[in-house]
């Protein structure tokens, strides 16, 4: 269970994406000064979209070297870079292609495989190669994962109640669709890829993540329930974003 520290609420959605991309552009920052490059994995939905708003533009855009930052997808829906459904066509339209990043430094899940399952082996070793390690020993710690909530519980392509839960041997992997739209198959990071991160921010706003959130906050739903239960970074920070109305249902804040 997230401990109550973890957590900020902001007044509404855009005060959220503000503090939210403040933090990304900071984060980007202090990492590069430390370590030379940022790696970063961007989340789908619909929580992030002001926050990629922001990142694109003045003032935030301009203080980031985005020459150093490295772009990765935490889960993807398995669907062309133009279908509108698609994890990576949104981040591209809303951040990506607003500020300078090479080729190389965009590494988005492929959908172009014959299967979801190719994709999750191609991505793994994509991952291996970029943060040169085995792609059969521990997972690397990405810098900065950002996640949403899904109204179930559901965090990357994590669903309730999937087999996808309990992988503890592989980075990534394919999931059939959840019982939320769109209903297409999906590739996602595992638990091992997300806890193994230096720093994980849920972005999470709107009334139906109450409960998800109450009951994530409460220790009454386990990984199974709500798999967003199950993101604790072993050696990282985690944090929680909500607006007001996710956080409605806490009692204790
Ligand atoms: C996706 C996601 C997913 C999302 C949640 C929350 O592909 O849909 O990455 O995990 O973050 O479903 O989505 P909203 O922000 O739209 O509520």
Not at 214 to 232: K, L, M, S
Request: proline share 11%; charged share 20%.
């Amino acid at each position: 269970m997230p401990d109550i520290h973890d957590l900020q609420v902001f007044s509404d959605g855009d005060a959220l994406a503000a503090h939210a991309a403040a933090l990304f552009a900071q984060a980007a920052r202090e990492t590069i000064a430390a370590r030379g490059r940022f790696t970063v994995a961007l989340t789908g939905g619909s929580s992030p979209k002001g926050t990629y708003e922001r990142l694109a533009r003045p003032p935030l855009a301009g203080g980031i070297d985005w020459a150093s930052v490295f772009i990765f997808l935490g889960d993807e829906r398995f669907v062309p870079p133009d279908d509108e459904r698609s994890n990576y066509g949104m981040c591209r339209s809303l951040l990506l292609d607003h500020v300078p990043l090479a080729p190389d430094q965009v590494l988005p899940i492929p959908t172009n495989t014959a299967t979801p399952g190719e994709a999750a082996l191609a991505y793994a070793k994509t991952l291996a190669r970029v943060f040169a390690q085995p792609p059969d020993g521990p997972p690397p710690a990405l810098d900065l994962i950002l996640l949403g909530l899904g109204d179930d519980g559901h965090c990357a392509s994590l669903f309730p109640g999937m087999p996808t839960l309990h992988i503890n041997d592989r980075w990534v992997v394919s999931s059939p669709p959840g019982t939320l739209p769109p209903p297409v198959d999906r590739v996602t990071f595992t638990f091992p890829l997300l806890n193994a991160a230096r720093q994980v921010v849920f972005l999470v706003t709107g009334a139906k993540k109450a409960a998800p959130v109450r009951d994530i906050f409460e220790g009454v739903a386990g990984v199974d329930q709500h798999p967003a239960a199950g993101v604790h970074p072993t050696n990282g920070a985690l944090t929680w974003l909500l607006d007001e109305a996710a956080a409605s249902g806490l009692k204790n804040r």
